[in-house]
């Protein structure tokens, strides 16, 4: 079975700087998808970002990229220039290629409380 | 566009009575459903999930079931609610199709007193 592994419970970060989100995965595929979801206070989950296994380069979107490595099955995501906004809860999640029914489950870590501090 | 309801957004329910919370989905056809629920300070813990009308799986035994009357509805349910059913409880949905992420519902704050 899949597990998901976010080590740091909480974190925080100056406003403007850099952090890093850290999660760490186990399976056994070759093909699959990671995700960073955020959840704000209001406790929506909204997608940050998405990588697909089979790509080597990292996924960026603005002022969040991930590092992929496939091989440490390690995918952290990091947060530059961090703003008030980016306060939330984090979190990775892993989800299967679809080549079997029903095994498009997500699996997800326990979160990463991020503050921002002004 | 897409889009996925779930309601009530907070409910507070005695022990022993029973519960109905209920998902639907508008703008695509033949999701993927998924009810996961998240205790204070924990992750989400996937529940159910259906793939087609009158398909569930059950990820872990539980006071809980689900049902997927229609195409574009997933319904959570439980005849007595336990202390230990209290928690915050998400729908999402996701297309069925390979390269895809699961989209939220805004989640049920359900309290068992």
């Known amino acids: 079975a899949q597990t998901v592994t976010q080590s740091q419970p909480e974190m925080s970060v100056q406003e403007a700087e850099t952090v890093t989100l850290s999660c760490t995965y186990d399976?056994?595929?070759?093909?699959?998808?990671l995700f960073w979801y955020k959840q704000p206070p209001s406790r929506q989950m909204i997608l940050v970002i998405r990588?697909?296994?089979?790509?080597?380069q990292n996924a960026t979107e603005n002022r969040f990229s991930v590092n992929f490595q496939k091989a440490a099955k390690s995918f952290s995501l990091k947060i530059s220039d961090s703003q008030l906004g980016d306060a939330a809860m984090y979190f990775c999640?892993?989800?299967?290629?679809?080549?079997?029914?029903?095994?498009?489950?997500?699996?997800f870590g326990t979160g990463t409380r991020l503050t921002i501090i002004p | 566009s897409q889009t996925i309801h779930q309601w009530p957004a907070t409910l507070v329910q005695p022990v022993g009575s029973p519960l109905s919370l209920e998902c639907t989905v508008e703008g695509t056809s033949n999701p993927n459903l998924y009810w996961y629920r998240q205790a204070a300070g924990r992750g989400l813990q996937l529940l159910f999930y259906?793939?087609?009308?009158?398909?569930i799986s059950s990820e872990v035994p539980q006071n809980l079931s689900a049902s997927r009357p229609q195409d574009r509805q997933f319904i959570l349910s439980s005849k007595k609610l336990l202390l230990s059913d209290s928690g915050f409880y998400l729908c999402?949905?996701?297309?069925?199709?390979?390269?895809?992420?699961?989209?939220f519902g805004q989640g049920t704050r359900l309290t068992v007193v």
């Open positions: 990588q697909e296994a089979y790509k080597q």
């Open positions: 999402a949905w996701s297309v069925n199709r390979e390269n895809t992420e699961a989209f």
């Open positions: 259906s793939v087609g009308i009158g398909q």
């Open positions: 999640a892993y989800r299967p290629w679809r080549s079997n029914f029903g095994n498009e489950k997500l699996t």
């Open positions: 399976t056994s595929e070759s093909d699959y998808y």
